[in-house]
């Protein structure tokens, strides 16, 4: 399995509209690629210099293929949906294949 991690910086005078956007409608969104067979949203607790607030979203692939699939049809249109909240965040992104789960 594949991890697409996102971590994203968002200022805190759009932090509330943003988390609600990104619950409501950009995870779902995303999971309705059908690309994705879950997602997680953390909030990083460490304080950033930069100030805001930080989250990392991992969404979980069940293979490469899928996620160059979502690449190719579907981050385009999706990462578009962003633009109310431009220059308000930044945002970084990191593939990980996962080696090991243990419980």
Same mark, same amino acid.
């Given at each position: 399995? %594949? %991890? +697409? ?6 200022? *805190? ?9 990104? /619950? @409501?409608?950009?995870?779902? @969104?995303?999971?309705?690629?059908? /690309? =994705?067979? !879950?997602?997680?949203? #953390?909030?990083?607790?460490?304080? *950033? ?6 989250? &990392?979203? @991992? +969404?979980?692939?069940? #293979? ?5 699939? +979502?690449? !190719? ?6 990462? #578009? /949906? &962003?633009?109310?909240?431009?220059? /308000? =965040? ?6 990980? *294949?996962?080696? &090991?789960? @243990?419980?």
């Amino acid at each position: 399995m %594949i %991890i +697409y991690n996102v971590t994203i910086n968002i200022d *805190e005078d759009a932090h509330d509209e943003w988390l609600a956007w990104m /619950k @409501q409608e950009h995870i779902p @969104q995303m999971l309705a690629t059908k /690309k =994705f067979i !879950k997602a997680l949203m #953390s909030k990083v607790l460490v304080e *950033e210099e930069m100030g805001g607030v930080t989250y &990392s979203v @991992q +969404y979980t692939a069940k #293979s490469r293929a899928d996620l160059e699939a +979502y690449y !190719k049809e579907d981050a385009i249109l999706l990462r #578009s /949906k &962003s633009a109310p909240f431009e220059g /308000k =965040f930044v945002a970084f992104r990191t593939e990980l *294949e996962i080696v &090991s789960e @243990q419980a």
